[in-house]
């Protein structure tokens, strides 16, 4: 299964703890490398918003790994974890509608209203529904029905399309927050959307260095490390998500980064 060289580790757990060998994609200004997927019986990509580098795959990327797909009859399976939050330009379209037959969607709840409620969708080929749904139930991982009767609500009163609004403002103010306080310190990429930014440092191994000092000024910052495996890093960079923190606290999060840095 390819994945790209960065992203979750808790992806590359689960892939692994299936029994499957992982291809690791590089990732450069126009996405995941698609043109490495070769052999590979499956992808995940992020191509919406790259996590957690937060660059979108590029069009022609796009129609090469659904090509990919329906040409070995391998499955693309789309992570599209934020794409209700851009902020600079037009909604990225996702890329199921380009191989309904062959890309799974996978989509979340988690950023636009709460990851406790531990809710998500999948759209997938019509071939696949049944042995996916049957996967879900030798699990044991059964959904709370209420939960999902309220989201589906939610979802036709228009009451989630003005949830969405509400917090795409809220959170692009964050974002213009955070990068006020790192301009002039800091190159800062990967902002056009989500609730993430990379925050590129100037030292090698300073991420490091960086880290011990936000948590001692009651921060906690990942290293872009973190989310890199071996071969493909770059530079020393932090991962910076600015939706954690409570609106009461976020001038105080913002004022303890400036110290640390």
Do not use: C
């Amino acid at each position: 299964m390819a994945l790209e060289a960065y992203g979750h580790a808790l992806h590359r757990g689960i892939v692994e703890g299936s029994g499957l060998a992982i291809q690791n994609l590089a990732v450069d200004g126009d996405g995941a490398a698609v043109d490495a997927l070769g052999d590979a019986a499956a992808a995940l990509l992020t191509p919406a918003h790259q996590f957690p580098l937060g660059v979108a795959l590029a069009p022609d990327r796009r129609r090469q790994a659904v090509a990919w797909a329906a040409d070995t009859g391998a499955i693309v399976i789309e992570d599209d974890y934020d794409g209700e939050f851009r902020y600079d330009r037009q909604a990225v379209g996702a890329m199921q509608s380009l191989a309904p037959g062959h890309v799974v969607y996978a989509g979340t709840a988690a950023k636009s209203l709460a990851p406790g409620l531990r809710l998500g969708w999948l759209v997938l080929p019509a071939t696949l529904v049944e042995e996916v749904v049957e996967a879900k139930r030798a699990r044991g991982a059964f959904a709370n029905t209420l939960d999902e009767l309220t989201l589906a609500e939610f979802l036709t009163s228009g009451a989630f399309d003005r949830q969405v609004r509400r917090a795409r403002l809220a959170y692009r103010r964050r974002r213009d927050r955070l990068l006020t306080t790192l301009a002039g310190r800091v190159e800062v990429s990967g902002i056009a959307a989500g609730l993430h930014a990379v925050a590129h440092l100037p030292d090698r191994d300073e991420d490091e260095v960086v880290g011990r000092a936000a948590e001692d000024h009651g921060l906690a910052l990942q290293g872009l490390g973190s989310f890199t495996v071996p071969g493909h890093e770059r530079g020393p960079a932090l991962v910076i998500g600015y939706g954690t923190p409570p609106e009461h606290a976020y001038s105080s999060a913002l004022a303890r980064l400036s110290a640390v840095l």
